[in-house]
């Protein structure tokens, strides 16, 4: 993924069209573009690279090989002792329409 942004930004880079004017002037601003274009590119890498960190520590976590979950399995010969709680089938929806109560 770092690369394909790398390479994306690089041909952002090498894509601005140049100038024919070889005036001072012109040489000039075609220098502070490119520095300008230069630190944008440093920038937008920098923050691939701390999306990119992100995703490997937020998959490291999903994959879940680092942490123990052994102690909060449940043992089915506990479960006997919880109660069935039956539901309540005799619910009447008429009442939640009448308008004289």
Do not use: C
């Amino acid at each position: 993924m770092k690369y394909f942004a790398l390479l994306f930004f690089s041909t952002l880079l090498f894509a601005a069209p140049a100038e024919t004017n070889t005036s001072s002037t012109a040489v000039d601003k075609q220098k502070s573009d490119s520095n300008q274009t230069k630190v944008l590119l440093e920038e937008k890498v920098k923050e691939q690279m701390e999306r990119e960190k992100k995703f490997a520590k937020e998959q490291k976590f999903y994959q879940g090989k680092d942490y123990n979950l052994s102690e909060h399995v449940v043992d089915p010969k506990t479960l006997k002792d919880i109660p069935v709680i039956e539901p309540d089938y005799d619910f009447d929806i008429t009442d939640v329409y009448r308008d004289d109560i």
